[in-house]
């Protein structure tokens, strides 16, 4: 299941759409502010991101978060003119769709930027190895370290990894990737760390 970031400050709207990408099979975390969704940027898979936040500029977080992440990001905004969606699009944006918009429109801009990301369902996956794969995938290209993998795997409900675990659990991961057509592959760099690459 793909979990998506959803930005947006309109609470009536934020709900309703919330449940809408629920209803199609998404996990949602849900932010109010910019503050809210870059302490969660490192959880999605995608991130729906408006541009009008009440303690930030959404353009100005894109640019920020690209720094660190590689999860798309779709701009959702009612911000039409063509400045503004350059503007957006240069900072690191992978869309751009404007309010009004179709519900079903922004499924299809959704399921076209998730199509880079191996199907989980069809890889069968554990918890930890799909939080371990969609952590990789979030930094692809960048090498992770043994620490900072284990850190993010641990969490208050109960999914515990040990530095043992971690390279059994990695080492299944690439088993089950290797029988799947059109993934990229995990990289290790002995005394360094992993990375996902996509080639």
Same mark, same amino acid.
């Given at each position: 299941?793909?979990?998506?970031?959803?930005?947006?400050?309109?609470?009536?709207?934020?709900?309703?759409?919330?449940?809408?990408?629920?209803?199609?099979?998404?996990?949602?975390?849900?932010?109010?502010?910019?503050?809210?969704?870059?302490?969660?940027?490192?959880?999605? #898979?995608?991130? !729906?991101?408006?541009?009008?936040?009440?303690?930030?500029?959404?353009?100005?977080?894109?640019?920020? =978060? $690209? /720094? *660190?992440?590689?999860?798309?990001?779709?701009?959702?905004?009612?911000?039409?003119?063509?400045?503004?969606?350059?503007?957006?699009?240069?900072?690191?944006? #992978?869309?751009? !769709?404007?309010?009004?918009?179709?519900?079903?429109?922004?499924?299809?801009?959704?399921?076209?930027? =998730? $199509? /880079? *990301?191996?199907?989980?369902?069809?890889?069968?996956?554990?918890?930890?190895?799909?939080?371990?794969?969609?952590?990789?995938?979030?930094?692809?290209?960048?090498?992770?370290?043994?620490?900072?993998?284990?850190?993010?795997?641990?969490?208050?409900?109960?999914?515990?990894?040990?530095?043992?675990?971690?390279?059994?659990?990695?080492?299944?991961?690439?088993?089950?990737?290797?029988?799947?057509?059109?993934?990229?592959?995990?990289?290790?760099?002995?005394?360094?760390?992993?990375?996902?690459?996509?080639?």
């Amino acid at each position: 299941m793909n979990t998506i970031l959803l930005a947006e400050d309109d609470a009536t709207l934020r709900k309703n759409i919330a449940l809408s990408l629920e209803a199609e099979g998404y996990n949602v975390i849900s932010a109010s502010t910019a503050a809210e969704a870059e302490a969660s940027a490192n959880s999605a #898979d995608l991130i !729906i991101l408006d541009v009008m936040l009440p303690d930030g500029n959404g353009v100005e977080l894109c640019r920020k =978060l $690209r /720094r *660190i992440i590689k999860a798309p990001i779709i701009f959702l905004t009612s911000c039409d003119d063509e400045a503004d969606i350059i503007r957006g699009l240069d900072s690191g944006g #992978d869309d751009y !769709i404007t309010k009004p918009f179709r519900l079903k429109e922004l499924f299809s801009r959704i399921r076209a930027n =998730l $199509r /880079r *990301i191996p199907d989980t369902h069809e890889l069968d996956l554990t918890a930890v190895e799909q939080k371990l794969l969609s952590y990789l995938m979030q930094n692809r290209e960048q090498y992770l370290t043994r620490e900072q993998i284990l850190e993010f795997l641990w969490d208050s409900k109960g999914i515990f990894v040990n530095d043992n675990t971690l390279s059994v659990n990695i080492s299944r991961l690439r088993e089950k990737l290797n029988e799947a057509e059109g993934c990229g592959k995990i990289v290790t760099k002995r005394g360094i760390g992993y990375k996902w690459t996509d080639s």
